[in-house]
C-alpha cells in the first residue's frame, strides 16, 4: 500500500464552480444523524439536499464501527431500529448489530436513493449568511451554494451551528457549573490504566532528559483539583476492521511517517509484564472484526486532538494524519520490531486490514472517531443529573441508553506515576432526551436544528454520543423541521405535543418502560468485561 493510497481528510479544491442548490431542507453532514433527518423530511414531503464535508456517507458507523454501542436496544425505535433491520436483512437475521462497514455504506446509500434524497461530497463549508436571525445561504469553498428555508447541521464538529453565530463550548466544564458529579478532570477512575508503574523519562530515573511521547504533562495531586474545568475533550482513534482470513488479509503496512519512539512506553509497559493493546477485540461477520481503544496504551490517540474542534482544515488535516500515523505505527510496531517480544510480534501479525474493506483508501477507514467536538449551549442543557434520572425532561424526542463514558484526556505523570486521566464508566438507565436541547437560542437562530452537537455538558454527551442516539435524534429533528415548514415557523416555535404524536406514529420510543429487565453494570460489563 503506497503513501497516496492513504486517506485524507481535508483536499483544497482545485476548482470554482458557481452551482446553487435550493432545497426546503438544507442538512450539512451525512452521518448517520443526517441521514435519517433527511429520509424523515422527505417522508413528511419536504425537498431535501445533504452537503457532505467529507468523501463518504455514513460517519463513523459505515467506517469501523462494527460493534454498535447501543445500550438497550428496547430503547432504539423508529429509522435507528429500522437500520438494524436493514443491516439484518443483508445478512438474512431480523436484525444485526454487528456487521462489516462496507454493508453500513451499502445500506445507508441504498436508503437514500429509495428516497431520491442528492448527497454532495466534499462540501467545505466556507461561510454561513444569517439574516434577521435566520440562515439564507452557505457557501462552500468550491464555490458551490446551498439556499434553504431550515438547516439542520448534523456534523461531528459542529461546523455550520459555529459560523451561524450560535453560542457553544468545547472542553470539560467543572461539576460545579451544572450541579454534576462526574465532570471535569478525573483522576482515580481504574478503567484504561497501567496496571504497573512505569519510568516516565526518556533515560530511565532522568527527569532532565524529558518525558517520553505522549505523556503530556507532570503534574501533583496539590495542583490538580478534582471535578475542575479545562479545555481538553475525550481521546480520538480509528476504529479498524481487522481480519485473521488470509485470503482477505493485508499486513500493517509500514506508515508514511514512522516513529517508533512513539512507542517506547508501550514497550517499557510490555517489560513490566502487561500486555492487553488489542484486547477490545470485538468480532463481527465473516471473520472481521472492530478493534477499540483498551487498556493503558493501546488505539487512543491520548491528549492530541484538543485542537481539533476549533481546527482550520489545514490543521484538522494534519491532526488526521497524525492520528493514523500514531495508529498504524503502533499496529506496524507491535508486528515487526525486534524489541517486542516474539509471541506479541507472532499475535499481532496474524491480523492484518480486511483487503475487501475501503478499498479506495489502502484499506484504511476515512472517518477519524470523532467522540467529542464543539457542543451548543442553549436554554436546555442535559447534565449528568439527566443521565442519573435525577432529572427527567417531558419533551423527550428520543432515549439514550449507553454509559456515561468518557474516554482518557491526556496522559500525566503524578506524583512521579504514569497516569491516564479522563476516563469515567458509569452504568446508567434508559432516559430521555431534551428537545429544547437540539434548538438555538432563539435570538440567534430560528431555523437551525443541532440534532448531534447538541446542548450537553461534556460528561453527558458521553452517554448520548452514540451512533444509534444520533439516528434517533436525526429522525425527530427532521419531523420538527417539516412540522415548522409546513406552518412556516420558527423551529422554537413547533408544538411538542404534535411532534410527539407524529413520532409516536414512527415507531420513535420516548419513554423507557421500567417493567422491562434492564441491568446497567452488567450491559457495560459486558461490552468490556471487567478490567
Not at 49 to 71: K, P, Q
Not at 116 to 122: C, F, G, S, W
Request: proline share 5%; charged share 25%.
Amino acid at each position: 500500500m503506497s503513501e497516496q493510497h492513504f486517506p485524507i481528510y481535508y483536499e483544497k479544491p482545485k476548482q470554482i464552480y458557481s452551482r446553487k442548490y435550493e432545497a426546503q431542507l438544507i442538512i450539512y453532514g451525512a452521518t448517520p444523524a443526517g441521514i435519517t433527518a433527511a429520509i424523515q423530511a422527505k417522508k413528511q414531503g419536504l425537498d431535501v439536499i445533504i452537503a457532505e464535508f467529507s468523501n463518504h456517507i455514513g460517519g463513523i458507523t459505515s467506517n469501523g464501527l462494527g460493534a454498535t454501542d447501543f445500550g438497550a436496544k428496547e430503547a432504539i425505535g423508529g429509522l435507528s431500529r429500522e437500520f438494524y433491520r436493514k443491516i439484518g436483512g443483508y445478512y438474512g437475521k431480523d436484525e444485526q448489530w454487528t456487521f462489516e462497514p462496507k454493508v453500513a455504506k451499502q445500506v445507508f446509500q441504498d436508503w437514500l436513493s429509495s428516497y431520491e434524497i442528492p448527497v454532495y461530497l466534499k462540501q467545505h463549508l466556507q461561510d454561513v449568511h444569517v439574516e434577521d436571525g435566520r440562515i439564507k445561504i452557505i457557501t462552500m469553498e468550491d464555490g458551490s451554494t446551498y439556499q434553504g428555508d431550515y438547516f439542520i447541521d448534523a456534523s461531528y464538529e459542529g461546523d455550520l451551528m459555529a459560523k451561524a453565530g450560535i453560542t457553544y463550548t468545547v472542553g470539560r466544564e467543572s461539576n460545579a457549573t451544572y450541579g454534576e458529579t462526574y465532570n471535569g478532570v478525573q483522576f482515580g477512575h481504574p478503567h484504561h490504566q497501567f496496571k504497573t508503574e512505569i519510568d516516565p523519562y526518556v533515560i530511565p530515573g532522568n527527569p532532565n532528559s524529558g518525558l517520553l511521547e505522549g505523556i503530556t504533562e507532570i503534574t501533583t495531586s496539590e495542583k490538580e483539583v478534582q471535578g475542575s474545568s479545562d479545555h481538553r475533550i475525550q481521546a480520538y482513534n480509528f476504529r479498524l476492521c481487522l481480519t485473521k482470513d488470509e485470503s482477505n488479509l493485508v499486513p500493517f503496512p509500514k506508515p508514511p511517517n514512522y516513529h517508533p519512539g512513539r512507542y517506547e512506553l508501550l514497550l517499557r509497559y510490555f517489560e513490566s509484564g502487561v500486555w492487553d493493546a488489542m484486547n477490545l477485540h470485538t468480532m463481527l461477520v465473516n471473520g472481521k472484526t472492530d478493534l477499540n481503544n483498551y487498556g493503558g496504551f493501546s488505539t487512543d490517540y491520548i491528549g492530541m486532538n484538543h485542537e481539533w474542534p476549533e481546527a482550520s482544515y489545514d490543521e484538522r488535516e494534519r491532526l488526521f494524519q497524525d492520528h493514523l500515523n500514531y495508529q498504524l505505527g503502533m499496529l506496524y510496531f507491535l508486528a515487526n520490531d525486534q524489541r517486542v517480544p516474539q509471541e506479541i510480534r507472532d499475535e499481532v501479525a496474524a491480523w492484518g486490514l480486511s483487503k475487501d474493506e475501503f478499498e479506495e483508501t489502502g484499506h484504511w477507514p476515512e472517518q477519524l472517531y470523532i467522540r467529542e467536538s464543539r457542543r451548543m449551549i442553549t436554554d436546555y442543557v442535559m447534565t449528568d443529573r439527566n443521565c442519573l434520572g435525577e432529572v427527567v425532561v417531558e419533551d423527550s424526542i428520543g432515549l439514550a441508553s449507553y454509559q456515561m463514558d468518557s474516554h482518557h484526556c491526556r496522559r500525566v505523570v503524578l506524583d512521579g506515576k504514569v497516569v491516564n486521566e479522563g476516563d469515567v464508566e458509569i452504568p446508567i438507565s434508559p432516559y430521555p432526551i431534551s428537545f429544547r436541547a437540539v434548538l438555538p437560542k432563539r435570538e440567534e437562530c430560528q431555523n437551525l436544528i443541532v440534532p448531534v452537537c447538541l446542548s450537553s455538558s461534556h460528561i453527558a454527551f458521553g452517554s448520548i454520543r452514540m451512533e444509534p442516539v444520533f439516528m434517533i435524534l436525526g429522525q425527530s429533528v427532521g419531523t420538527a423541521c417539516a412540522l415548522a415548514a409546513m406552518q412556516g415557523i420558527a423551529v422554537q416555535d413547533v408544538s411538542y405535543s404534535k411532534l410527539k404524536l407524529l413520532l409516536l406514529e414512527e415507531g420513535q420510543v420516548l419513554e423507557w418502560d421500567s417493567s422491562i429487565e434492564d441491568d446497567p453494570l452488567k450491559r457495560m460489563e459486558e461490552t468490556f468485561g471487567k478490567e
